[in-house]
Structures are given as C-alpha cells and as structure tokens.
C-alpha cells in the first residue's frame, strides 16, 4: 500500500478563496484523522471519523471548516472561506480498528493563505 | 489524557544510545504510553507503544516505571536520521488510537 496520501502537497490561496484539502487513507482502514500543525498551537486534531461517519468534530476551529467523508477511499477538508490565519500544515492519519496499534500519517498539505 | 512533560531539546552523539524521558504522573490504569516522531517537513511517525511492560521493536525499547509515572524511549544506536522531534503520548487507546494529544514534543538532534 502507498500510504495515506494527501493531496494537494502545497497550496497557496488568497483570503476569501475556498480551499479543499484531500486524503485517500490506507485500505482496510476504518478510521481517518484530519489534524493541524502551526508553530503556536503544534499539532491538534480537527475531526475524526470511523467507518466514514464523523465522530467527533471538536477541534474543528469555526464554521468556515467542514470536513466529509463520502466513501471509505476518500475525505475532504475545506475551509470557505479561506484567512491568513488558516495558513499551517494539515496532516491526515487512519488506522484500522485493531485495537492498541499506530496511526499511520500522510505526508501533509502545506496551505498558505495570503 | 493525562498530560506529559518531556524536556524541550537533548543532543546525542551518532552511534550512542538516546535516551528521551517522559513524565506522565497523572497517568490512568487503562491508558497506554505512545510515542512517535516527526522528522522535518513529514507526517508524524509511530515508534514503540505499551502499558506496563518494558517493550523493544527494531526502532526502539520502551521502558516503563513500575508505578508508570514515567517512562524513557531508548534509541539504541542514534544516526543523524533520527534527528527529529518526539512526542510521548498518553491515550486510553482501544479503537481510537489515532485520536491522540500532541505536546510540544523533545527535538532530538544527532551530531556527528
């Protein structure tokens, strides 16, 4: 398997644009992470689901976020519309449900809002 | 989760062993000891997990104080590879695992 991959690798937008971030998590997989990573805040989880159903969207900062998993292959992150502030790296995770394992990361999208 | 204190910077010496600590006192019977790592510009990479026992892979050994206070990740043979940042985080796994609290991590640097 290749991985959890990520899509796009950068992305630079200006404020006020919409902004989808993708992850295609590892087969078999019955749980996806979205988390953020900024110099001030380090990495903080935004939402997770299991067997494609949202299960806790607390870390979700503000409505302009929004997170969907259609299918077990495929989850979106989007934020509309887009701030500076929003600028970090946003990694997507999944782990199977075998109790006690790891969680396997991508390797990041890198968004700059200018 | 209970909360984790790790040191904020440690240097090593390529080929000798790393040592990181963790301090998790407030840590609950069911909750498990996970550490990963981040190296520069990637995802966060599991390492070692465990709950009481001492636990050894082919990247590291976990060892785990009797009263599970604390607990030190050891990096036997350190390259500058392992440069990198390390979370220690505690999490009452299950199914969940992935659901995990960052802290701000121990910045590992090797040196030649």
């Given at each position: 398997?290749?991985?959890?991959?990520?899509?796009?690798?950068?992305?630079?937008?200006?404020?006020?644009?919409?902004?989808?971030?993708?992850?295609?998590?590892?087969?078999?997989?019955?749980?996806?992470?979205?988390?953020?990573?900024?110099?001030?805040?380090?990495?903080?989880?935004?939402?997770?689901?299991?067997?494609?159903?949202?299960?806790?969207?607390?870390?979700?900062?503000?409505?302009?976020?929004?997170?969907?998993?259609?299918?077990?292959?495929?989850?979106?992150?989007?934020?509309?519309?887009?701030?500076?502030?929003?600028?970090?790296?946003?990694?997507?995770?999944?782990?199977?449900?075998?109790?006690?394992?790891?969680?396997?990361?991508?390797?990041?999208?890198?968004l700059t809002?200018? | 989760?209970?909360?984790?204190?790790?040191?904020?910077?440690?240097?090593?010496?390529?080929?000798?062993?790393?040592?990181?600590?963790?301090?998790?006192?407030?840590?609950?019977?069911?909750?498990?000891?996970?550490?990963?790592r981040q190296?520069?510009?990637?995802?966060?990479?599991?390492?070692?997990?465990?709950?009481?026992?001492?636990?050894?892979?082919?990247?590291?050994?976990?060892?785990?104080?009797?009263?599970?206070?604390?607990?030190?990740?050891?990096?036997?043979?350190?390259?500058?590879?392992?440069?990198?940042?390390?979370?220690?985080?505690?999490?009452?796994?299950?199914?969940?695992?992935?659901?995990?609290?960052?802290?701000?991590?121990?910045?590992?640097?090797?040196?030649?």
């Amino acid at each position: 398997d290749a991985g959890v991959i990520q899509s796009p690798r950068h992305e630079v937008t200006e404020m006020g644009q919409e902004v989808t971030l993708r992850c295609k998590p590892i087969s078999g997989h019955d749980y996806l992470f979205w988390y953020r990573q900024t110099m001030m805040r380090g990495l903080e989880l935004l939402i997770y689901f299991n067997n494609n159903v949202p299960i806790d969207d607390s870390g979700m900062p503000e409505d302009r976020f929004s997170a969907k998993m259609p299918n077990a292959s495929f989850s979106t992150l989007k934020i509309q519309p887009s701030e500076p502030r929003d600028s970090a790296v946003y990694f997507c995770a999944s782990s199977p449900s075998t109790v006690n394992t790891e969680a396997f990361f991508g390797q990041g999208t890198r968004l700059t809002v200018v | 989760d209970a909360k984790t204190t790790q040191p904020t910077s440690m240097d090593c010496a390529e080929g000798r062993a790393a040592n990181l600590p963790c301090n998790h006192s407030t840590i609950s019977g069911n909750e498990y000891v996970y550490w990963y790592r981040q190296i520069h510009s990637q995802g966060p990479q599991y390492i070692i997990h465990g709950l009481k026992n001492n636990e050894t892979n082919e990247m590291a050994s976990l060892i785990i104080t009797e009263d599970r206070k604390s607990s030190t990740l050891i990096l036997p043979h350190a390259t500058l590879r392992d440069t990198a940042v390390y979370y220690c985080i505690v999490t009452a796994g299950g199914t969940s695992y992935g659901k995990l609290t960052f802290g701000q991590g121990t910045i590992l640097t090797v040196h030649p």
